[in-house]
C-alpha cells in the first residue's frame, strides 16, 4: 500500500509541475528545465495557468498587444522569455521586475514606444536583452546599469536621435552591441558615440551603418565620421572686477565677476552661488536689455539678489557678508561641462592683507598691484582662489582726506601670495 501511495504522489508531483494551457506545449528538457511552448497560436494575452516551475516560455509569433504587470506573475522561474513578432505596444511598469532569474529577453518586432526601465533594475542576470525593430524614441542614461552580465544587446531599427551620454557604462560583460538603422541626429549630444566606439572592445555590428540623420550637412554619413572639429568641448575663465571710477564713488561695492567661454557648440553660461544661508543656480541671464531684472519662472526671490547679464557677467551690488562665498561659473556644451570657482569674501578693515596674514602666517605678503585690472582666476592654476573684497567707508577716508574707495584683492594660499591695493 505505502508504495502505491508514494507512486500516487510522484504522479500528482508531477502532473502539477507540468501544468499547461491548452494553446500551449509543455515538456521537460533533458537539463531538467521546464518548457512551456506557445508561439504561433494566435494569442491575444500571455494564456493562465502556466506551471510556477517554468523556466522557458515561448510566445513569439502572437498577437499580444500589451503586458499587464501581473502578466508573468504565475512564471517567477523563468529564465528565457520570448517575445519577439508580437504587436506589444505597451507595457506596464512591474511586468518583468519580478523575473530575477531573467538571463534572455526577446522583446523584438514589436510596436514599443516604450518600456518600463526601472524594471531592468532586478535583473541582474540578464545576459541577452533584444529590443530592436520596435518604436523606441530614447533611453534613459541609466536605463542598462544594472545589467553587469549582459552580453549582447539590440537596439537596432528603432526611433533614436540621440543617446546619452554613458548610456553604454557599466556594462563589464557587455561584447555585442546593435545600434544600425536608428535616425540618429548627429549634432554633438552624440560626439561622445564616436570617440566611444574609437575605444571600445564591444563588438558593434554592421558599424558602417551608423549614420546620421540629421543634419542635412553629415546626413547619410556614418556616425564615427563626424569631424571633430564640430564638437569642442568648453573651456571657461573667471575674472572680477570693481565697479571703481575716479569720479562717482559710493560706500556700497558692486562686485562683478565675468565669465567668459569658448567651445563648439558656443556653450551656455550657468551660475551657482553657495553663501552660508543660500544655495542658488541661475541657468542663463536674468537682466533684459533695458535693465529690468527677469528672473526665471519660479525662480526663488534670492536669484534677484544677483545680476546676470547675457554677456557672462555677474554683478552683485551693494556686496555685504551675507554675499561672501563659493562662486563657481559652469559653462555646458553639447559636448560637455568645464567650472570654474572662486571664493569671495568681505574684509572689514583699510588693510585686509594684514589682517589675512595673520590668520594665515602661511601667507606673504606682496603689495602694489593695482586693484583695477582684472586678473585672471583660470582653474588649471594652482592653489585655493580667494578674492578679498574690502570697502573703506565714506566717513573714515575722508577723515584722513583720502577719496573713499572700494577694492579688490587676491589671496593664493597655496601659493602663498597675498595681494592688495
Given at each position: 500500500?505505502?508504495p502505491?501511495l508514494?507512486?500516487?504522489?510522484?504522479?500528482?508531483?508531477?502532473?502539477?509541475?507540468?501544468?499547461?494551457?491548452?494553446s500551449?506545449?509543455?515538456?521537460v528538457?533533458?537539463?531538467g528545465?521546464l518548457?512551456?511552448?506557445?508561439?504561433y497560436?494566435e494569442?491575444?494575452?500571455?494564456?493562465a495557468g502556466?506551471?510556477?516551475?517554468?523556466?522557458?516560455l515561448t510566445?513569439?509569433?502572437?498577437r499580444?498587444?500589451?503586458?499587464?504587470?501581473?502578466?508573468?506573475?504565475?512564471v517567477?522561474?523563468v529564465?528565457?522569455?520570448?517575445?519577439?513578432?508580437?504587436q506589444?505596444?505597451?507595457v506596464e511598469?512591474?511586468?518583468?521586475a519580478?523575473l530575477?532569474?531573467?538571463?534572455n529577453?526577446?522583446?523584438?518586432?514589436n510596436?514599443?514606444?516604450?518600456f518600463?526601465?526601472k524594471?531592468?533594475?532586478?535583473?541582474?542576470?540578464l545576459?541577452?536583452?533584444?529590443?530592436?525593430?520596435?518604436r523606441?524614441?530614447?533611453l534613459?542614461?541609466?536605463?542598462?546599469?544594472?545589467?553587469?552580465?549582459?552580453?549582447?544587446?539590440?537596439?537596432?531599427?528603432?526611433?533614436?536621435?540621440?543617446?546619452?551620454?554613458?548610456?553604454?557604462?557599466?556594462?563589464p560583460?557587455?561584447?555585442?552591441?546593435q545600434?544600425?538603422?536608428n535616425?540618429f541626429?548627429?549634432?554633438?549630444k552624440?560626439?561622445?558615440?564616436?570617440?566611444?566606439t574609437?575605444?571600445?572592445?564591444?563588438s558593434i555590428?554592421?558599424?558602417?551603418?551608423?549614420?546620421?540623420?540629421?543634419p542635412?550637412?553629415?546626413?547619410?554619413?556614418?556616425?564615427?565620421?563626424?569631424?571633430d572639429?564640430?564638437?569642442?568641448?568648453?573651456?571657461v575663465q573667471?575674472?572680477?572686477?570693481?565697479?571703481?571710477?575716479n569720479?562717482?564713488m559710493?560706500?556700497?561695492?558692486?562686485?562683478?565677476?565675468?565669465?567668459?567661454?569658448a567651445?563648439?557648440?558656443l556653450p551656455?553660461?550657468?551660475?551657482?552661488?553657495?553663501t552660508?544661508s543660500?544655495?542658488?543656480?541661475i541657468?542663463?541671464?536674468?537682466?533684459?536689455?533695458d535693465?529690468?531684472?527677469?528672473?526665471?519662472?519660479h525662480?526663488?526671490?534670492?536669484?534677484?539678489r544677483?545680476?546676470?547679464?547675457?554677456?557672462?557677467?555677474?554683478?552683485?551690488?551693494?556686496?555685504?557678508?551675507e554675499?561672501?562665498?563659493?562662486?563657481?561659473c559652469?559653462?555646458?556644451?553639447?559636448?560637455?561641462t568645464?567650472?570654474?570657482?572662486?571664493?569671495?569674501?568681505?574684509?572689514g578693515?583699510?588693510?585686509?592683507?594684514?589682517?589675512?596674514?595673520?590668520?594665515?602666517?602661511q601667507?606673504?605678503?606682496?603689495?602694489?598691484?593695482?586693484?583695477?585690472?582684472?586678473?585672471?582666476l583660470?582653474p588649471s592654476?594652482?592653489?585655493?582662489?580667494?578674492?578679498?573684497?574690502?570697502?573703506?567707508?565714506?566717513?573714515?577716508?575722508s577723515?584722513?582726506?583720502?577719496?573713499?574707495?572700494?577694492?579688490l584683492?587676491?589671496?593664493?594660499?597655496?601659493l602663498?601670495?597675498?595681494?592688495?591695493?
Amino acid at each position: 500500500m505505502a508504495p502505491l501511495l508514494c507512486c500516487v504522489g510522484i504522479a500528482a508531483l508531477l502532473a502539477s509541475s507540468l501544468a499547461c494551457p491548452r494553446s500551449c506545449v509543455c515538456s521537460v528538457k533533458k537539463n531538467g528545465r521546464l518548457l512551456a511552448e506557445c508561439a504561433y497560436r494566435e494569442l491575444q494575452e500571455v494564456p493562465a495557468g502556466l506551471s510556477p516551475n517554468v523556466t522557458i516560455l515561448t510566445l513569439s509569433a502572437n498577437r499580444i498587444g500589451s503586458l499587464r504587470a501581473t502578466s508573468f506573475s504565475e512564471v517567477p522561474e523563468v529564465q528565457s522569455l520570448w517575445l519577439g513578432y508580437n504587436q506589444i505596444s505597451a507595457v506596464e511598469a512591474g511586468a518583468f521586475a519580478h523575473l530575477v532569474h531573467l538571463k534572455n529577453l526577446d522583446l523584438s518586432h514589436n510596436k514599443m514606444l516604450d518600456f518600463p526601465w526601472k524594471d531592468l533594475r532586478n535583473l541582474s542576470g540578464l545576459q541577452i536583452l533584444k529590443m530592436n525593430n520596435n518604436r523606441l524614441a530614447a533611453l534613459p542614461r541609466g536605463a542598462f546599469h544594472s545589467l553587469k552580465d549582459l552580453r549582447s544587446l539590440w537596439l537596432n531599427d528603432n526611433e533614436l536621435t540621440t543617446l546619452a551620454e554613458g548610456t553604454f557604462d557599466h556594462l563589464p560583460s557587455l561584447s555585442q552591441l546593435q545600434i544600425f538603422n536608428n535616425p540618429f541626429d548627429c549634432s554633438c549630444k552624440v560626439f561622445w558615440l564616436k570617440k566611444w566606439t574609437e575605444n571600445t572592445s564591444v563588438s558593434i555590428t554592421k558599424g558602417g551603418s551608423i549614420l546620421c540623420a540629421a543634419p542635412g550637412r553629415l546626413k547619410g554619413r556614418a556616425v564615427t565620421d563626424i569631424p571633430d572639429h564640430f564638437c569642442v568641448a568648453p573651456s571657461v575663465q573667471l575674472t572680477y572686477l570693481s565697479n571703481l571710477d575716479n569720479t562717482v564713488m559710493y560706500d556700497g561695492l558692486t562686485l562683478t565677476l565675468h565669465c567668459s567661454v569658448a567651445g563648439n557648440p558656443l556653450p551656455e553660461i550657468r551660475w551657482k552661488i553657495q553663501t552660508s544661508s543660500r544655495s542658488t543656480e541661475i541657468n542663463g541671464p536674468n537682466v533684459a536689455r533695458d535693465g529690468d531684472v527677469q528672473p526665471p519662472r519660479h525662480a526663488k526671490q534670492s536669484q534677484e539678489r544677483f545680476l546676470v547679464f547675457k554677456n557672462g557677467t555677474m554683478a552683485i551690488p551693494n556686496f555685504s557678508k551675507e554675499d561672501e562665498g563659493i562662486y563657481t561659473c559652469l559653462a555646458v556644451n553639447d559636448v560637455g561641462t568645464r567650472e570654474v570657482s572662486v571664493n569671495v569674501a568681505l574684509a572689514g578693515s583699510e588693510n585686509p592683507a594684514n589682517d589675512l596674514l595673520r590668520n594665515a602666517p602661511q601667507a606673504s605678503h606682496l603689495g602694489g598691484r593695482s586693484c583695477y585690472k582684472g586678473d585672471d582666476l583660470d582653474p588649471s592654476g594652482a592653489g585655493e582662489k580667494l578674492v578679498i573684497v574690502y570697502h573703506v567707508p565714506r566717513e573714515a577716508r575722508s577723515r584722513a582726506g583720502v577719496v573713499p574707495q572700494a577694492c579688490l584683492g587676491t589671496l593664493l594660499l597655496t601659493l602663498g601670495l597675498a595681494l592688495r591695493c
